[in-house]
């Protein structure tokens, strides 16, 4: 058993129609309320009106137009409103781009200097605004978590900024009905990151029964629901157990008490979009699987058999590389079943910067050699040619 | 899936020597501490002396000999003492009922009247002092949750305490080490006190694939690292796998989504420990297994079997009934095991009071009409007489 912290100090407020509690749950912070928001979605779906009218008490200021692997830029601009016009709280109404963007928002209004020095030093988040969020998009878990995940595109990079207890959203609102409009493109990418956030947890050397648990019913309802949203995109059982199981993603649930992993799958992703923006959910979708090839071998075989017995209910077997052989074969399947690219090539990424993304995996990220199989700078390379 | 509130803002720190911390997270809450513990234990194995060698820069004030089953005496000596001295923050040093106990004293501190008043009606816990634990024994949970169950032996009442993100302890240190010296007979009665918290909550009309694997998981565990804590009291593993699952049980996360349960077991055993101070504990192990064999009818069946073949591992077959009572027994066989009682009658409980029991849960406790099967008086009186 490996020590943990868990500290997840959000509340969750899961449910149809219950947004009706956001002034309340708002007020609690103040009244000078920064809303921030994406392409404009939550307007079409006729979420920024009833927003706006839950708000009409409040002295509201706007941040829209957050993009998908939310931008440094973004960020700039919301400090600079809430410097400037000393907002109380941070209401980020979108996807886990949006409250993300939110998180770095939120500390570096509170912090002398550039917002991307929080990125790049972590050390320096002690303080941030408060923020409540009312997710529209299933994948991140971001809404029940103190991390998130800058992109600089004058740098080509892609950081993690972590603030636990103090980046967690005070108050996160789960309505699934908020997601009946996502469309398949965007489902399927948030299928393939909460799985990927899950196997980035569950394939490490030392599990427990609990979580093992935990991340195999991760896995299992996503596989199971995704394939009914697609069908049926208002399907509401559907899109509540996609929802629901989404925020344990990156809650620390998931590895209590197991091996730390050094999520090797986000640390290549996130170079692929970095230099390409291509989407998350699908980067991670091509990656994953060849990872998972890459690290299994006669010392590890035994957690992918478990993985393809629990998860995919193939029968039990001496010959335990097969099994396991096929577990991941298995979820690839699955995930061209549902749609998503099963290469880089097909999103027109070639090998031109795989170099550099090595490089740069090996001095920003945290060291790789603590995962299951350990991965240098040879196994990068490896994962991402296998991915082509 | 049903709507669900999810909120424990509490600090878990888990692992061996993580106390050292303690100074550090007390001081965000001030520097005069009201400590509480039990009968003694945390002298013997040396924590009382730790505590307070790392509580040398704080004004520190003591309330020791909190009981099992902790009374309103106990919870109305401490808010007397915080009144007057003006308490900061309190430090629960021990098991379920010193926390419990605490949570009364801290939400009982800022409330101006008697704190069973707060114990009678829970729309009243508005504010509380921030508390810090030390778990010493794994059972409750209440190191994880926002709730407590305090006994007036006045009124012969057992009654819970509810507090959703105002009575969480803030901060909770959780080392297995601590739970070496605990004898059998508690570690016993822990492990049925986890178990009866999951099966409250597992055992319901609708469940969802996540949290009917974490139910699995965490009765699994259970199972699995009781015996070894009881052959190997200092088995760190044993002790770690049972402190972190504990903390689950009433977290509420086991009920994300679910159906909500009225906690039948609870309702029943509380009012046989109010009226004769048993052990919480072996009352649930006794009262169990009679609850799921007065639960179990052809529309229940379903989840029994789903019990029986996911957590004893029993073969799947066509003739449920017969495996899903399999599996009630192997838990009832599991208990004698470990040496908890089957009986009432073990423990010199009689049939005298039945009557005014089955009344009072029906006036006190919140409907049983909403369990799987659902629960009248005729119904309490069945399960009782069985257990005798």
Redesign the interface.
């Known amino acids: ?16 129609g ?1 947004i009706k509690d956001l002034p309340a749950q708002l007020s609690k912070f103040g009244c000078k309320v920064l809303l921030t928001y994406g392409g404009g979605s939550i307007k079409k779906i006729g979420l920024y009106d009833t927003v706006k009218a839950l708000l009409k008490d409040f002295e509201v200021f706007e941040l829209p137009g957050i993009e998908p692997n939310p931008k440094i830029s973004s960020v700039r601009e919301g400090v600079a409103i809430c410097k400037k016009e000393h907002i109380d709280v941070i209401l980020a109404v979108g996807g886990g781009s949006v409250i993300d963007a939110s998180k770095n928002i939120a500390c570096g209004a509170c912090f002398d200097g550039d917002p991307w020095d929080l990125v790049l030093d972590c050390s320096k988040v002690e303080k941030a605004l408060p923020i409540v969020s009312v997710l529209t998009l299933t994948a991140t878990g971001s809404e029940y978590d103190g991390s998130a995940v800058i992109s600089n595109p004058e740098t080509n990079e892609k950081l993690p900024l972590f603030g636990t ?1 103090i980046l967690e959203p005070k108050v996160s609102f789960l309505d ?1 009905e908020y997601t009946y409009s996502v469309p398949k493109s965007q489902t399927i990418a948030g299928a393939a990151d909460i799985i990927s956030h899950t196997l980035e947890q569950y394939i490490v050397k030392d599990g ?7 991340c ?3 896995i ?2 996503v596989i ?1 629901y995704t394939k009914i949203a697609i069908e049926d995109p208002c399907n ?2 559907a899109r ?2 996609l929802m ?2 989404s925020s ?1 993603g990156c809650s620390g ?1 998931l590895a ?2 197991r091996t730390p992993s050094p999520w090797v799958c986000h640390a290549i992703e996130h170079e692929i979009s970095a230099y390409t923006d291509i989407t998350h959910g699908y980067g991670l979708a091509i990656i994953t699987p060849n990872w998972m090839n890459y690290s299994l071998n006669e010392d590890t075989v035994d957690r992918f058999y478990q993985f393809a017995v629990n998860v995919f209910d193939l029968e039990k077997s001496s010959d335990k590389m097969k099994v396991a052989k096929a577990g991941i074969a298995k979820l690839a399947a699955f995930y061209k079943e549902i749609g998503l690219p099963t290469t880089l090539s097909e999103l027109k990424v070639c090998s031109e910067h795989f170099e550099d993304m090595a490089n740069h995996v090996l001095t920003h990220w945290q060291p790789l050699d603590t995962a299951i199989r350990p991965v240098d700078k040879q196994g990068i390379l490896e994962i991402l040619k296998a991915s082509l």
Chains 1, 2 share one sequence.
Do not use: C, S, W
């Open positions: 058993m490996f020590d943990y912290d868990l500290y997840i100090p959000t509340h969750v407020i899961f449910g149809k219950r207890g699934p427990n029964i609990l979580t093992d648990a935990m195999e019913g991760v299992k309802t199971k509401y059982e509540a157990q629901m199981v344990y649930n209590t008490g």
